[in-house]
């Protein structure tokens, strides 16, 4: 089963997220920001899913996806946006997202959503 890739800069937040998941049977992989989750993908890894938030230091979640896009293997990777910029919802279209979830999120909404965009792993 594939990872679910979280790239989250917020410590706090993207440990909880992991706990999560991992509670519900997910496998999941890490990443503090674009730059070290581009070095992931291009390392190999395939995730069933990423989890991104836009706002991060290094490299942006917009960067990150701009560059998923531009590469066949990774641009079909399905993707959740994570943001606390409400603005971003409304260009989150141009990332070719499967979803787009504002911070902050309630834990029940994002597991719906990556159940939704992600095969759940066998328990």
Known sequence: MSPVLVVEDDRDIRETM?????????????????????LLLQGGLRPSLVLLDL???V?????????MLRDPSMAAIPTIVITG?????QRTAQLQAAACIAKPFEISDLLAAVAEAAPRAEA
């Open 85 to 89: 910029d409400t603005r971003a919802t």
């Open 59 to 67: 490299m942006s979640g917009w960067e990150l996806r701009e560059q």
């Open 18 to 38: 992991g706990l999560v998941l991992e509670g519900e049977g997910y496998e999941v992989v890490t990443a503090p920001n674009g730059k070290e989750a581009l």
């Open 55 to 57: 706002m991060m230091p």
